[in-house]
């Protein structure tokens, strides 16, 4: 049988008869109960253990009991405190209970009401302690690493990646653009017992046939026009960690040719070099093609197709898990307050309605952007309806819709207009620093209106 937590409250009074009578009250109630005389040790005392409960006077020579209140929640801004008062004046109870008191008791105390109102308290807490902990576990099962989901699709592909980060065989991850392919593949690697060696990200797209066999297999020295120096590739980096092929399906035949050679010796040779060096890393591959379609096209290597293929992971787009909507809106809000300084309760249901029936021909990775845009936008402490920008490529999209950049421009541009360019005042209102406002003010080229532009 499990014991209940044992609940720590501290009687704060500067008359010993309450002191006494309240700590022999709420012992044979079965709390531990500890005393202090005034402001001042009972601040030294915070530390000593986890209080449940405070009950403090409000007149006490030296700090008060209102006082002493906002001295503790600048420390501990959860903590219960029940102000005690001789002087029953409704003014008095109700600036206790502005200032940030749970409640408050009446001298002379029934002790009868100090039991029913401390039981009331004390279970109402941890009912609420039970509820943050349930949220927080079934957070942790919605989670892998930074990706978060309910979708049942999801939550099977988050157990296999745990499961197969524990081996070294091959992953190749398939999904449309903006669902996380990356986050993924960074959750396999930091699941696996690689975690503490590098994870190196090459993107195959952006760069052509000649750069990504430099950038993958290194060159030595004169290797070609402009190789002044040995250059160590990608393949090398990686040793011991995790090498991530980002859009392999828009390599080169030549490449690919070359990259199943190092998949079936796991060894290669730099440019220019003949060497061998062996391969420690784990692979893994992903892209947005249809590989079987390039594959009867003659753009892809069948070969090559199935020695990425060991373990398939094919990561469902938004569109299709609607359920993880609110979810990812929660987690960026949360991210971005933090990033950015605000202080962004959620989203209007409205607001809500409109990302929810979105087609986020994006993914994840546009809801993000839009996010972003409307916390930058948003006047208040709720994004609305208003706040909330689609691209014009999904149902319901707003054809003006402009840049994240565009939108920040002329939301810098109204504040500063707002506040007759005061600087100072202006990066307040934007949760900025001067500095970085003045950075903006010059990456924007913003001018003061009716002030002609320094030559």
Not at 425 to 452: F, M, P
Request: glycine share 6%; with cysteine.
């Amino acid at each position: 049988m499990t014991m209940e937590k044992t609940v720590n409250i501290m009687v704060v009074d500067d008359e010993e008869i309450v002191r006494e009578s309240l700590t022999s009250w709420l012992e044979e109630d079965g709390y531990h109960v500890e005393c202090a005389e005034g402001g001042k040790k009972a601040l030294e005392r915070l530390p000593e253990r986890n209080w449940d409960l405070m009950l403090v006077d409000l007149k006490m020579p030296g700090m008060d009991g209102i006082q002493l209140m906002d001295e503790v929640h600048k420390t501990s801004p959860d903590m219960l405190v029940i102000i005690m008062t001789a002087f029953a004046t409704v003014d008095t109870a109700v600036k206790a209970m502005k200032k940030g008191a749970y409640d408050y008791f009446v001298k002379p105390f029934n002790p009868d009401d100090i039991s029913l109102t401390i039981r009331k308290i004390v279970d109402h807490r941890k009912l609420v302690q039970e509820n943050q902990f349930l949220r927080k576990e079934l957070k942790k099962q919605y989670k892998l690493r930074d990706m978060i989901s309910k979708n049942e699709k999801m939550l099977e592909i988050f157990d296999l990646a745990r499961t197969v980060a524990r081996s070294n065989s091959t992953v190749l991850i398939q999904g449309e653009s903006g669902t996380g392919k990356e986050l993924l593949a960074r959750a396999i690697h930091d699941e696996s017992p690689r975690t503490n060696a590098p994870f190196i990200s090459v993107s195959c797209a952006s760069l052509t046939e000649s750069l990504l066999e430099s950038e993958l297999f290194g060159h030595e020295k004169g290797a070609f026009t402009g190789a002044a120096a040995l250059k160590r590739g990608k393949l090398e980096l990686a040793q011991d960690g995790t090498l991530f092929l980002d859009e392999i399906g828009d390599i080169s035949l030549k490449l690919q040719m070359d990259l199943l050679r190092v998949l079936e010796q796991r060894e290669f040779r730099r440019v220019g070099g003949s060497d061998l060096i062996a391969i420690g890393s784990r692979i893994l591959a992903a892209t947005n093609r249809d590989l079987k379609k390039a594959i009867a096209e003659g753009r892809f290597r069948p070969d090559l197709y199935y020695r990425l293929n060991v373990i398939s992971i094919q990561i469902p787009p938004l569109r299709e898990r609607r359920e993880d909507i609110p979810l990812l809106v929660e987690h960026f809000i949360e991210k971005f307050n933090i990033e950015m300084g605000k202080e962004i309760r959620g989203v209007s249901e409205g607001a809500m309605r409109i990302m929810v029936d979105n087609e986020w021909p994006g993914n994840a990775r546009e809801l993000r952007n839009v996010v972003e845009r409307a916390m930058v936008v948003a006047k208040g402490n709720l994004i609305t309806e208003a706040d909330v920008s689609l691209s014009s490529s999904g149902p319901g999209a707003n054809p003006g819709a402009k840049s994240l950049e565009e939108i920040e421009k002329e939301h810098i541009r109204l504040v500063l207009n707002e506040n007759h360019w005061n600087i100072v005042r202006s990066a307040h209102t934007l949760g900025i620093d001067r500095v970085t406002l003045y950075n903006k003010i010059k990456k924007y080229g913003l001018k003061r209106e009716g002030v002609a532009p320094k030559e």
